[in-house]
């Protein structure tokens, strides 16, 4: 089932080589029950040991603990040792709900991501099924009408 979008623009989006500052923005990176186990399967851990060692578990919500330098445990060596399972948050970064439905914050976005309005167009449809899959991956962030608190 699709939900609401109030995307009003097409945007433009290109992620630029060799860029990691998403990864370095103050703030946590949070994650889903699927995410965690695909992330313990990626480096040969059992979803408990991954959980123990690197995850934070809040009643709705799973994150990731911050290591003592830097924001993320997975940032090594100028990219993302977790690349091809990062939680959906990385994933789907800038289609994040609050930036797509938001023209003043999506441009606002730019002094943090230098991929905003460089490259194609991204129609506002795709745009919003990708700010939808953010919603349905972080429900306690993203509640909806009628969806029990
Ligand atoms: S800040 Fe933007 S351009 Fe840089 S890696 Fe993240 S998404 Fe890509
Ligand atoms: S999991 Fe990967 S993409 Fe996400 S913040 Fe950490 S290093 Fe960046």
């Not at 998403?22 to 040991?49: I, Q, S």
Request: hydrophobic share 35%.
């Amino acid at each position: 089932m699709g939900l609401q979008c109030g995307a009003v623009a097409p945007l433009r989006f290109a992620c630029q080589p060799n860029c990691t500052r998403c990864c370095e923005v103050k703030g946590y990176v949070y994650l889903t029950e699927d995410d965690l186990v695909r992330a313990a399967k990626f480096v040969n851990m059992t979803p408990a040991a991954f959980e123990t060692k690197y995850v934070i578990r809040y009643r709705h919500l799973l994150r990731f603990r911050k290591p003592r330098a830097g924001q993320c445990h997975f940032l090594q060596n100028g990219g993302c040792s977790i690349h091809p399972v990062k939680p959906a948050q990385c994933r789907l970064y800038p289609f994040w709900p609050e930036l797509v439905e938001n023209s003043i914050a999506w441009i606002g976005e730019e002094h943090e991501c230098p991929g905003i309005g460089k490259g194609d167009l991204v129609q506002i449809g795709t745009a919003c099924e990708i700010a939808s899959e953010m919603k349905r991956a972080y429900p306690s962030m993203y509640p909806q009408p009628g969806s029990p608190k």
